[in-house]
C-alpha cells in the first residue's frame, strides 16, 4: 500500500516546531515595541533568544532526518499548480527557518550581547564582535522574519482550507502529531 501520511517523526516534529515558532514570533514583535516595560521587555528577550536557539537544533534536526527520508507522494486530488506551489512553500519556510534564527544568533552575538543557554553551557561565541555585521545580521532578521511570517500564514490557510473546506485528506497527512500509524 502506497503511505499516504507522513511518519510519526515527521508529524511530531512539525508540531513541535509549529508550537515553538507561534511562541515566538509574537514575543520578538512585542519585545521591540517602544515603551515596553523594560523587566517585561527583558523577560521576553530572554525567552525570544533562548526558544529561537532551541529552534535552530531542531531545523537542523528535522532537514537532515528530511533528506533521509522522503515525504509520502502528494494526494492526487492536488492539481500539478498546487502541489508545485505547496512544494516551493515548503522549501521557501525550510530556508528560512535555517536563516532566520542564524541572523538572530549572529546579530546577538555580534552585537556583544548575551544568548543565557549557550553562555550557561559556555559555549564560545562563533562570530567576532562587529557593529556593521549586528546591524547586516539585524535587517536580514527583520526582512526574512517577515517573509516567513507571511508564508506560514498562507500554509496555515491552505491547511485549513484543505481540513474544514474540502476535506481532502490533505490535513490528516500532518494529523494526529503523535500516534496514528505509520512509524
Ligand atoms: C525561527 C526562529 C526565530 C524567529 C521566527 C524570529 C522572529 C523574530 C521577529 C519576528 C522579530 C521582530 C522583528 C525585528 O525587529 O527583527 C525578532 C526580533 C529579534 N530576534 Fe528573533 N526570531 C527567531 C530566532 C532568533 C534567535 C535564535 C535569536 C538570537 C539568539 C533572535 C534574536 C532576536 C533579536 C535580538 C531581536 C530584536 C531585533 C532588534 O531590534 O535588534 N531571534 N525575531
Ligand atoms: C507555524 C509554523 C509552521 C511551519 C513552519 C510549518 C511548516 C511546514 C513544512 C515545512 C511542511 C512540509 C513538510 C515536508 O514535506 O517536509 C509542512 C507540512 C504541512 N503542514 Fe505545516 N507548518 C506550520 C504550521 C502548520 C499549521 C498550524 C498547520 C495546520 C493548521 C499545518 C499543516 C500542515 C499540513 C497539513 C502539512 C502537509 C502538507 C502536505 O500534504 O504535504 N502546518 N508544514
Request: glycine share 10%; aromatic share 8%.
Amino acid at each position: 500500500m502506497t503511505q499516504s501520511r507522513y511518519t510519526g517523526t515527521a508529524r511530531g516534529l512539525h508540531w513541535l516546531m509549529a508550537v515553538f515558532i507561534l511562541l515566538t514570533i509574537p514575543a520578538g514583535l512585542i519585545m521591540v515595541q517602544p515603551g515596553l516595560d523594560r523587566s517585561l521587555q527583558n523577560g521576553l528577550f530572554i525567552y525570544h533568544k533562548n526558544i529561537g536557539v532551541l529552534l535552530l537544533i531542531l531545523i537542523v534536526v528535522r532537514l537532515v532526518w528530511r533528506l533521509r527520508n522522503p515525504p509520502p507522494a502528494k494526494p492526487s486530488s492536488l492539481s500539478p499548480i498546487q502541489a508545485r506551489i505547496a512544494e516551493f512553500t515548503h522549501i521557501a519556510m525550510y530556508a528560512l527557518l535555517f536563516l532566520v534564527p542564524i541572523a538572530g544568533y549572529v546579530r546577538v552575538k555580534a552585537g556583544g550581547f548575551p544568548i543565557e543557554s549557550l553562555d550557561a553551557l559556555s559555549i564560545p561565541s562563533l562570530v567576532p564582535r562587529s557593529e556593521a555585521l549586528a546591524e547586516i545580521a539585524k535587517t536580514v532578521h527583520y526582512g526574512a522574519g517577515l517573509l516567513l511570517i507571511a508564508l506560514i500564514a498562507m500554509h496555515i490557510g491552505a491547511a485549513l482550507f484543505h481540513g474544514v473546506v474540502k476535506q481532502d485528506g490533505v490535513f490528516s497527512r500532518m494529523w494526529p502529531p503523535v500516534g496514528g500509524g505509520t512509524r
